[in-house]
């Protein structure tokens, strides 16, 4: 089982954590960079596997898409064979059409439609895969037009259909409720507690008129609010950092992942005394 906090593995860091040494609780692997029958990347994943628990999170199952992909599918069954994942997730999006890989996390509409549509998906991967998929929120730029409901209660009404967990990802909610003008608390606080398996921190960058989330600088003080926020609702859920442009030295993740570490820490004793004085 999974605890505490963890970071995404990347190649950058495949030496370190073969050797065991930095100090991270668990580490969630990119799915698709070991999606091959062998080479280098899976030796090293191999290593790093029997050190450290791991998590699977992909990005091209396209769970809101027009077909599921077999191929994609199969590989994903064998992968999870192998390295014994905690869990596996992806997104909540479609990345592509026509059988073509557009390599972006395209945001759907929020209408009944969809959510038949993807609570169905949903109900067959976890048939073969025989365990809940966890699905991230993802970050927009766009609002669709056709809207019938929030984001929110599209999470939480596709968790009750479909019996998916979620991988919170706290970066995402906030580049949303700024570029939407929404309450990002609000957002949090109706997401279902018990669905929650994992969160994700990552950085973004600011334009001005919009946010666009881009992992590629450290988690920003609103972020670490926002963090505080859901800890202080969730609990103790496992919590990674993820870095995937201008990757610094391991040992300033591991340093910002003590950061996250003492934030939690704070928002946890704050729940204990609201829970003792109610």
Known sequence: MIRGFGLGLRPEHYR???????????????????????????????????????????????????????????????????????????????????????????????????????????????????????????????????????????????????????????????????NHRFDARAFIDALPPQAVRQIHLAGHTDNGDHLVDTHDSPVCEAVWELYEHAVARFGPVPTMIERDDAIPPLAELVSELDIARRRAERALRSRTADALAA
């Open 16 to 178: 370190d954590f073969a050797q065991g040494g930095p100090a991270v609780d668990w580490l969630e692997i990119l799915t698709e960079n070991y999606l091959v029958p062998g080479g280098k990347p899976l030796d090293y994943l191999d290593r790093i596997r029997a050190r450290y628990p791991v998590a699977m999170h992909g990005v091209s199952l396209s769970i809101a898409g027009e077909s599921l992909d077999p191929e994609y599918l199969k590989q994903l069954e064998a992968l999870a064979r192998r390295v014994q994942p905690a869990w596996i997730s992806d997104h909540l999006c479609w990345t592509g059409v026509g059988g073509r890989n557009l390599h972006d996390l395209l945001p759907i509409p929020f209408t009944i439609e969809a959510l038949h549509h993807v609570a169905g998906r949903v109900g067959r991967v976890q048939d073969r895969l025989r365990r809940p998929l966890v699905l991230e929120n993802v970050s927009s730029y766009v609002r669709m037009a056709e809207d019938e409901m929030t984001e929110w209660e599209f999470l939480r009404e596709l968790v009750r259909r479909s019996g998916c967990e979620l991988l919170l990802d706290v970066n995402n909610v906030y580049v949303n409720a700024v």
